[in-house]
């Protein structure tokens, strides 16, 4: 059964502290891992992952795919309070006919001003 | 449109009641997406859309679920004889094509049955 992990599960920092967020993932035939952020609405993209070791940049966030250790980790940089979020990470399993997304349980980040 | 659609935001029912979530994805996006998500948890994948055509239905929980988007836009989600397990926010996704291109989400619509 593909299974997608995150931890923590929560993390408290204050402003201006870098978080690392950690994704690791279990699914067959691997495509592709994605990161969402979900405030109150709907989760929205922050980035698609499909080649290892290429790091994908936007501002302060930044994320890494290890498809041989079979994770992936979220950074994000002189973190504010508008940061504070749920962190979902998704993977694509490859199988034929295959496009749901598989989610982990997400990160609860808290940043204090 | 801008950004995929979801009505209503919220719905309250009573146990036993049919409920209809819709679904408006954006303008030309050909696959869209259901999913469930539990308070405290992520999305759960429910069915799957290619234009009208409903590829994957294997997330339905019970054959009180049905999902349709019969011109290949616009999708409906349908509970029958709710029951309260069902409280959950539903949520929609669309993207451009398959697989290689990002879902899209809604705002969802937060169900709860009383």
């Known amino acids: 059964e593909d299974k997608v992990v995150q931890s923590p599960l929560s993390l408290v920092v204050h402003e201006g502290d870098t978080v690392t967020l950690n994704c690791s993932y279990e699914v067959t035939n691997f495509r592709s891992l994605l990161w969402y952020k979900q405030e109150k609405k709907a989760p929205t993209f922050l980035f698609m992952l499909t080649s290892s070791g290429i790091e994908k940049k936007s501002g302060r966030l930044s994320s890494i795919l290890d498809k041989k250790e079979l994770f992936s980790i979220l950074n994000i940089t002189a973190t504010q309070t508008g940061d504070s979020a749920i962190y979902l990470c998704?993977?694509?399993?490859?199988?034929?006919?295959?496009?749901?997304?598989?989610f982990g349980q997400g990160t609860r980040l808290t940043i204090n001003p | 449109g801008a950004g995929v659609s979801q009505s209503p935001r919220y719905k309250v029912a009573k146990r036993g009641q049919d409920v209809a979530l819709r679904c408006d994805p954006i303008?030309?996006?050909?696959?869209l997406f259901w999913y469930q998500q539990a308070l405290g948890q992520g999305p759960e994948f429910l069915t799957y859309?290619?234009?009208?055509?409903?590829?994957?239905k294997s997330g339905l929980p019970s054959d009180r679920f049905f999902a349709e988007r019969p011109e290949g836009s616009v999708s409906t989600l349908k509970i029958q004889r709710t029951q309260q397990e069902d409280s959950a926010v539903y949520l929609c996704?669309?993207?451009?094509?398959?697989?290689?291109?990002?879902?899209?989400f809604g705002d969802g619509t937060r169900l709860s049955i009383l």
């Open positions: 996704a669309s993207s451009l094509a398959r697989g290689s291109q990002p879902q899209h």
């Open positions: 859309f290619q234009n009208e055509a409903q590829l994957d």
């Open positions: 998704a993977v694509i399993p490859s199988y034929q006919g295959a496009q749901k997304l598989v």
């Open positions: 303008s030309g996006h050909v696959s």
